[in-house]
T-cell receptor
Framework: GESVGLHLPTLSVQEGDNSIINCAYS??????FIWYKQESGKGPQFIID?????DKRQGQRVTVLLNKTVKHLSLQIAATQPGDSAVYFC???????????FGAGTRLFVKA | DTGVSQNPRHKITKRGQNVTFRCDPI?????LYWYRQTLGQGPEFLTY????????KSRLLSDRFSAERPKGSFSTLEIQRTEQGDSAMYLC????????????FGPGTRLTVL
């Protein structure tokens, strides 16, 4: 079916360490993937995206990796800061449709 | 602040009442989306507009739900005869065709049905 899931519901890291948040998707036809960050009481905030014709994309302190062979997506956050504490969602778009399918999210805790 | 605004931010209502939420997208965005989010879950797609046309509706959108975008700018989502199961965060997002269609979300309206 069409679903996006996450391997871990929570992740706790030390400030300054790198964080890796993983995501598995099930629809091999998906061609666009997005990572969102959601803080308490706020709507999801776009972080970074990647299209299916790419394996890696880098932003400021964030990197998204896409492995289409195993249908896996990951978000790497370098030098994690307390302000990175939030719930992170991966999401996918399927060609021909207009909706974005979200996973359940991973909560990231950053310890000072 | 993404530029997408939603009102009200919070709504408490009694079961059986009707409620209406408003979303003002980023001004040049031609696509507008509504999602519902419950605690601990990711947003679930409800419906989508391109300009004023409602192009897709989820099966989650029962007959008690209706959405409009009459002039292709702001949108309203109405829930009639609310039920306790309607309690959730209702999120609006907008995007612009041709700019990757990245969706920018508003802060949401939290609905509590007593």
């Amino acid at each position: 079916g069409e679903s996006v899931g996450l391997h871990l519901p929570t992740l706790s890291v030390q400030e300054g360490d790198n964080s890796i948040i993983n995501c598995a998707y099930s629809n091999s036809a998906s061609d666009y993937f997005i990572w969102y960050k959601q803080e308490s009481g706020k709507g999801p905030q776009f972080i970074i995206d990647i299209r299916s014709n790419m394996d890696k994309r880098q932003g400021q302190r964030v990197t998204v990796l896409l492995n289409k062979t195993v249908k896996h997506l990951s978000l790497q956050i370098a030098a994690t800061q307390p302000g990175d504490s939030a719930v992170y969602f991966c999401a996918e778009n399927i060609p021909g449709g207009f909706k974005t399918i979200f996973g359940a999210g991973t909560r990231l805790f950053v310890k000072a | 602040d993404t530029g997408v605004s939603q009102n009200p931010r919070h709504k408490i209502t009694k079961r059986g009442q009707n409620v209406t939420f408003r979303c003002d997208p980023i001004s040049e965005h031609n696509r507008l989306y509504w999602y519902r989010q419950t605690l601990g879950q990711g947003p679930e797609f409800l419906t989508y507009f391109q300009n004023e046309a409602q192009l897709e509706k989820s099966r989650l959108l029962s007959d008690r739900f209706s959405a409009e975008r009459p002039k292709g700018s702001f949108s309203t989502l109405e829930i009639q005869r609310t039920e306790q199961g309607d309690s959730a965060m209702y999120l609006c997002a907008s995007s612009l065709v041709g700019q990757g269609d990245t969706q920018y979300f508003g802060p949401g309206t939290r609905l509590t049905v007593l």
